[in-house]
Structures are given as C-alpha cells and as structure tokens.
C-alpha cells in the first residue's frame, strides 16, 4: 500500500464521518453483517459446502431432512434439505448471491436514470422540468411492485415460453430498476435546484462551458451525498422487492433460485412439518434488509450535519 493510500485511509478514519462510524455500535455491526453477505455472495462456490445448481449431485432420498441438532437430521445439512435433497445452507447462500446481484444491478439502473433526469430537469427547469416532474408523479401514484408485476408480465408475454427462464434474471433487473428511478430524481433535482443558482455554476456559463458538463463536473459531485443514502435504502428495497416477485413465482426460476424463490418453495411445506425450509431463508433475507437499512440510516446522519 502506497503512502498516498496510506494517508487517505487515515484521513477517513480520523474525519468527522470515521469518527461516528467508529462511535456507532450499531453501525459497525450492521456494517460487519453486510459484507459477510457480500462476501459469502462473491465467493459463494469457494464457501458453500455444495453447488445446489449442480443437478446431477442431488439426491432425491436427501429431501427434507430436518437441522443437524433435529432427530433425524444429518451432519451433512446443518441446518437441513429443501424438497429436492439441496443442502439448504448452500442454497441460501447462492439465492443471497442472486439477491444481491438483482438488489445491486437494479439499484445501479435506477441510480443511473433517477440521476440523469434529476440532473437535467433541476437544471434545466421551465417545461421540460415541468414534464419530467409530471411522469416521476404518475409513476409515484402505482406502488413500486405494480410496476415491476406490469413489465415482467409484459415481457414474458412478448418473450417464448421457452426463453423465459433465460432472460428472468434481466426482466428482474429491468422491472426493478425502472420502478425505483423517481426518489433519486426528485432528490437530486431538488438539490441541483439550490446548486444551479450558486456562484460557481454561473461562473462556469460565463466563461463558456458546456450545461452537459456543468452538470456532470459541477452539479453531480455536490448532490451525491444524499443520493448515496437513497442508493443504501434503495438497495434494501429492491432486495425486498425482488424476493416479493420471486415469492409471487414471477421472479428467478427453481434452478436459480434467489431467497425470495427458496421461501416461495418453502412455504408450501411450512404445515407439514418442513419448517426450515422457509423459516431460514426468510431470517437470511430478513437479516440482510435490516443490516443494510441500519447502515443507510448511518449515512443519513453522518453526511447530514443537522442530524450530528
């Protein structure tokens, strides 16, 4: 590590931030949460102690086998088999990989629009403010998974039957992202309303330069901090809105399944006796939102000085 990195990282861990960071027992633990998830999701082949998407390992006499510590149960499954004899910890760890990654990309598309029209409606106000604002308002008035229902429908529709499998992990993705873009916009217009007016903008238009680089150069950089809140609880959400398609059976397939896919599949056992199947997957998905929540709710009062 260079001496430059060096003394970036102790210039975070010694800044007003570090220091409520470091202060924050909550913070901390919630943080030490999240990136067990990210990196048992990462390294989710290497950490598993089986590949529950390799078809041909699984055997069907292994279904339903109840926790290691339960009667009947096997050292094999700690913590016990789904209805087609996976070892339920490998697959939570895999569908907490595919959670992510939808939670991620979708949250990525969603930064990436909301952003975009935030920007240009904020500085470029009159009519196309005015239009932009409107669809954003249309949008707010169908609740986020209405949205997603309506393009996953729409494109399973156009798509073959066969294909479907295929492209749900995009559809996911797609339906997500689009359903989330509206809280960046409006936060980032709002902001770059403020910024516009400021000296720095208007002697940038002086001396010529660009409004596209105005915004990307000027504006962007002075709005990010409450849009890296919105993208942490934005991130939770779509998590959540994912594992809701997925419970709704319009999500990730069987083959690859995402927690909300192995808690659809559980439930259908839950009263007859199978109750890990559903209720570990369900604490997993449940554990990861709350992390992920406590630490947006951190940034939110560490990069806002009035809540200090």
């Given at each position: 590590m260079t001496d430059t990195n060096t003394r970036l990282l102790y210039r975070i861990y010694d800044s007003d931030i570090g220091y409520s960071f470091r202060k924050s027992r909550i913070a901390v633990a919630a943080t030490i949460v999240t990136l067990i998830y990210f990196l048992a999701a990462i390294f989710a082949p290497l950490v598993a102690p089986t590949n529950p998407y390799d078809l041909a390992s699984l055997n069907l006499s292994d279904a339903f086998t109840p926790p290691a510590w339960v009667e009947g149960?096997?050292?094999?499954?700690?913590?016990?088999?789904?209805?087609?004899?996976?070892?339920?910890l490998s697959a939570i760890i895999f569908g907490a990989r595919m959670s992510?990654?939808?939670g991620f990309a979708s949250t990525f598309l969603a930064f990436v629009i909301g952003v975009s029209v935030g920007l240009v409606a904020g500085f470029r106000g009159g009519m196309v403010d005015a239009i932009l604002m409107r669809i954003a308002d249309i949008q707010l008035s169908f609740p986020a998974i209405l949205v997603a229902l309506l393009i996953d429908g729409v494109a399973r529709s156009v798509m073959p039957s066969d294909m479907h499998d295929t492209i749900a992990l995009w559809v996911l993705i797609f339906s997500i992202g689009i359903s989330g873009w509206v809280n960046f916009a409006r936060t980032v217009r709002g902001s770059c309303m403020v910024e516009r007016g400021k000296e720095y903008v208007q002697a940038a238009r002086v001396i010529g330069i660009k409004s596209t680089t105005i915004m990307v150069r000027h504006l962007l950089p002075n709005v990010m901090g409450p849009v890296l809140v919105i993208a942490t609880i934005q991130l939770a959400v779509a998590i959540l809105l994912e594992a809701a398609l997925s419970f709704l059976g319009v999500g990730m397939p069987l083959t690859k399944p995402s927690l909300g896919t192995l808690i659809n599949t559980g439930q259908n056992f839950l009263y007859s006796g199978e109750w890990w199947i559903t209720i570990f997957p369900g604490v997993a998905l449940?554990?990861?939102?709350?992390?992920?929540?406590?630490?947006?709710?951190?940034?939110?009062?560490a990069l806002n000085p009035k809540l200090r």
């Open positions: 149960g096997s050292s094999k499954f700690l913590i016990g088999a789904d209805d087609q004899g996976r070892d339920l992510l990654l939808v449940a554990i990861l939102v709350l992390a992920v929540n406590l630490v947006g709710d951190w940034m939110r009062d």
